[in-house]
């Protein structure tokens, strides 16, 4: 059966969702509501499908970057969506390809860059190895994971975390931390306590620091269509940590998390880990049966490493590292796109090089 590539209306947003849900390739970037997040990034997203027979069998959501000359850059997070595992999956992603390839040559786009969610070394890898598409060494999304599996039963998935975090969360329940699970969209509280959490957390790590308008977009849009919750922990009427929790199907994400520093020589009492614990509950109640921690450090990774830290504390909730297959670039226009290439290697020899004292 042939398939038909096409732009997606808002009449396909019940069937999109669906299929999105269903496919292990899913992921909460290719969520319907996510056009929203992708439009405040200034990134406008063009959403694709690709049909067989009038049923939904893929769907692909560009993110549009305008650059100079009335020339744009698409990006695709974590996509195209297939499932890769049928029979067809290679003429699929083909005719994916080739009608990207069309849309994307209309609007002046010098490549498609694809970040799919497939593991590195599988067989849905090696169908992108297979287009000719080239090879991109740097991602946009976190390149590794951990993927936990969300046992039915609470004493069987604490064995499978190791004996630290075993203990952290026993001593939480302890400590007499409590949590609170909200689902409540129009909850700014709660909404502005996460923000706040997560501001703080990542200026003690002086990374970039979060828009509050983005937050109210992904909390509001994904938690009106039933798919998300903010977590909390609580000790004597203060909120210790609180994190977001996002399920796509049988998929929960970890998407943002923060936590309140201890003073020194504070009684731990560990409410991090007492989120983390509610949060994969939670997510296993909402229908999920593995928990995505979203991004780690590379598994050879040490204590210099940025992300070592919070990598040890999600590897202590165990599962398994999972490496994602990488970022494969559609070339539509190949003369500019060399040209791209060639300047942004003279723009990184010059930033090597310093500047005078």
């Known amino acids: 059966m042939t398939a038909a590539f096409r732009e997606a209306t808002a009449t396909d947003a019940t069937a ?12 909460l970037l290719h969520d319907w509501e996510w056009a929203a997040v992708a439009a405040f990034d200034g990134t406008p997203r063009r959403s694709f499908v690709l049909e067989e027979g009038g049923a939904l069998v893929g769907m692909c959501a560009a993110q549009v970057r305008r650059t100079s000359l009335g020339r744009s850059f ?3 997070p974590r996509g195209p969506v297939l499932d890769y595992d049928h029979p067809q999956a290679a003429e699929r992603l083909g005719a994916m390809l080739e009608g990207l390839r069309t ?19 599988s067989a849905a890898a090696a169908l992108f190895r297979a287009r000719g598409l080239r090879k991109v ?3 946009l999304q976190t390149p590794d994971t951990r993927l936990v599996q969300l046992l039915p039963d609470d004493e069987a998935m604490l064995a499978t975390f190791d004996k630290d975090t075993r203990y952290a969360i026993r001593r939480s329940a302890r400590e007499e931390v409590t949590t609170r699970v909200v689902d409540d969209p129009a909850d700014d509280a709660s909404l ?7 501001t703080d957390t990542l200026r003690r790590a ?7 308008e983005r937050y109210g977009l992904i909390w509001r849009g994904l938690a009106s269509a039933g798919r998300a919750r903010i977590v909390q922990a609580w000790h004597a009427g203060l909120l210790g940590s609180a994190a977001l929790l996002v399920v ?3 998929r929960s994400f970890y998407l943002y998390a923060g936590s309140v520093r201890e003073a020194p020589g504070e009684t731990k009492r560990f409410p991090a880990y007492a989120v983390q614990w509610q949060l994969m509950r939670t997510a ?5 049966r593995t928990h995505d921690l979203w991004g780690v450090a590379p598994e050879s990774a040490g204590p210099e490493h940025p992300w070592y830290g919070y990598s040890l504390f999600k590897k202590g909730f165990g599962g398994r590292f999972v490496p994602w297959a990488g970022s494969w670039d559609l070339v539509i226009d190949p003369i500019v796109y060399r040209l791209r290439d060639a300047a942004t290697a003279v723009r990184g020899r010059l930033g090597r090089r310093g500047t005078p004292a």
Not at 103 to 121: K, M, Q, S, T, Y
Not at 192 to 198: E, F, G, I, K, W
Not at 284 to 288: D, I, L, T
């Open 16 to 27: 999109w969702q669906a299929l999105l849900e269903r496919l292990p390739s899913g992921d």
């Open 74 to 76: 698409w990006y695709v």
């Open 103 to 121: 849309v994307a040559r209309g609007d002046r786009a010098i490549a498609v860059r694809l970040e799919p969610r497939v593991e590195a070394g």
């Open 137 to 139: 060494a740097a991602t």
């Open 192 to 198: 502005t306590a996460l923000h706040t959490l997560v």
């Open 206 to 212: 002086s990374y970039r620091l979060p828009e509050f």
């Open 248 to 250: 796509e199907g049988d």
């Open 284 to 288: 296993r109640e909402m229908g999920a």
